[in-house]
């Protein structure tokens, strides 16, 4: 699964690489009570590498299911 996760008054979003088995449905209630009590939300990446963002901060969430066919370059 990717995570996109815009922050405000930047124009450049975090991307991350989450582990096959993170649960999207966990992550949005996480997500959720991060922006409304203006918490932290901790996210581990696929590699466990660890990233707070404020909820404060936080303009919008993308999560995608990873696409192992992705394709990339001008022959796709």
Same mark, same amino acid.
């Given at each position: 699964?990717?995570? #996109? ?9 975090? !991307?991350?690489?989450?582990?096959? !088995? ?16 203006? !918490? ?15 909820? !404060? ?6 999560? #995608?299911?990873?696409?192992?066919? #992705? ?6």
């Amino acid at each position: 699964m990717d995570l #996109r996760i815009g922050i405000k008054q930047n124009p450049q979003a975090i !991307e991350l690489a989450l582990p096959e !088995e993170a649960d999207a449905t966990a992550l949005k209630k996480e997500v959720e009570q991060a922006v409304s009590a203006s !918490e932290l939300l901790w996210v581990a990446d696929k590699d466990g590498n660890e990233t707070a963002i404020s909820g !404060e901060q936080i303009a919008f969430i993308e999560i #995608r299911s990873a696409d192992k066919d #992705r394709k990339i370059g001008f022959g796709a």
